[in-house]
């Protein structure tokens, strides 16, 4: 079987930067122990712009990035690489989940159905269950008036708190997918704990379907390990198959050290036929039994824990692209998670698809 794999692109020019090392904001005794000098993935087509989980939407030929963030901040471009212009926010203060940190609401991911724009995003605080998945609406992104229609679901305290998967899970980084045939929605959530799960939302995407009891499936999960670093969900549809990407490993605040070389944020994938799966990677492993091929990890030593995918989709002239953040060791590790995460696009081609799971998924440079 051809292993899953990330063709290198465009590295002679760039060469200069595989040996840079951090900025002195957190000190590295020894960067060639911590950051991976691998070429086996190119090095980043930049997005121009500071983002953490970063969520883009096109619409209208422009494109709209959201961002966690002082009220969740949203930008606007008429190109992937920049620039981008700040136009407003979602909220106008607080969210109106009544937890902790709501005036800065986490991992943003916003759709548009039936005409209308959903952006779903996370209350929480790092560490913490006690945490909330909300939603707010809108008809314009442009003219910014939206409406905060509260939490989704709650984990920790909250209503529906007690009810199973809530009950095993953490309620942040929310994805969201449609069924292909049926049109019927989902929403994608999870970090730690319990790993992942995906629930079937009503039409009106304003609440979880049945909340009382919920269909919940259970999707990427790390039965064997104490700690389970998986989340930032993200799932999307490239025919015939529902792909699964996902975070793994630690994300940032280095200055309370850095983990073992491999163990920071990488980029994994699983894949299914049904949008419910189950999701197997490209060794036919399922994502519950601790499956999931890598596609994306840090390297040339400049390039640090990616991670925060989101996949926007293409059409029969443009490919999809995928973008994620990650951290340049060139600029700085400072500690915190906004401040030196950069936006990084890729396109994804050349899908093939075999009698034994995923043969090959190619990542090229985005223009």
């Known amino acids: 079987m051809v292993q899953l794999r990330i063709l290198s692109l465009w590295l002679a020019s760039l060469l200069w930067l595989v040996n840079a090392v951090p900025a002195d904001d957190i000190h590295v005794s020894d960067p060639l122990k911590v ?20 969520n883009i939407l096109r619409y209208n030929d422009n494109y709209y ?31 109106v989940i009544q937890k902790q940190n709501r005036t800065r609401p986490w991992a943003p991911t916003t759709v548009e159905r039936n005409g209308r724009f959903y952006c779903f995003y ?33 984990t920790g305290e909250g209503p529906q708190s007690h009810i199973y998967p809530y009950t095993v899970s953490n309620a942040i980084d929310a994805a969201y997918i449609t069924d292909q045939e049926s049109g019927k929605p989902y929403l994608l959530y999870g970090s730690f704990w319990h790993g992942i799960f995906q629930l079937p939302l009503s039409d009106d995407l ?9 269909d919940a499936k259970n ?28 975070s793994h490993g630690k994300c940032c605040h280095f200055a309370q050290g850095f983990p073992k070389m491999g163990q920071e944020y990488s980029i994994r ?34 390039v640090y824990a990616p991670g925060g995918i989101g996949v926007m ?5 443009d490919p999809d692209i995928m973008y994620y953040h990650y951290l340049n060791t060139s600029i700085g590790l400072r500690d915190g998670v906004t401040s030196t995460s950069r936006l990084q696009l890729y396109r994804l081609s050349a899908w093939m698809a075999g009698s034994k799971g995923m043969q090959k998924s190619r990542i090229d440079r985005a223009p």
């Open 65 to 95: 990035m959201f961002k966690g963030g002082m009220y969740l901040p949203v930008f606007k471009s008429d190109s992937l690489g920049g620039p981008w212009k700040r136009i407003g926010t979602v909220f106008d203060g607080p969210s």
């Open 122 to 154: 996370t209350i929480s605080m790092r560490g913490k269950r006690d945490s909330a998945i909300g939603v707010a609406s809108t008809d314009s992104i442009d003219d910014g008036s939206w409406t905060d229609h509260g939490a989704l679901i709650n």
């Open 206 to 214: 304003l609440s979880i379907e049945h909340p009382q009891s919920p």
């Open 269 to 302: 994938v699983g894949r299914s036929k049904n949008v419910r799966g189950p999701f197997l990677d490209k060794d036919e492993q399922s994502l519950t039994d601790g499956g999931g091929t890598v596609v994306f990890g840090s390297n040339h030593g400049v």
């Open 219 to 246: 999707l990427v999960f790390l039965p064997d390990r104490k700690v389970k670093p998986q989340e930032g969900s993200f799932m999307s549809y490239h025919e015939p198959y529902y792909y699964v990407w996902f």
């Open 313 to 317: 989709a293409g059409n029969s002239s």
């Open 35 to 54: 950051f991976s000098q691998t070429e086996d993935y190119p090095l980043p087509n930049q997005g121009n712009i500071a983002a953490h989980d970063p």
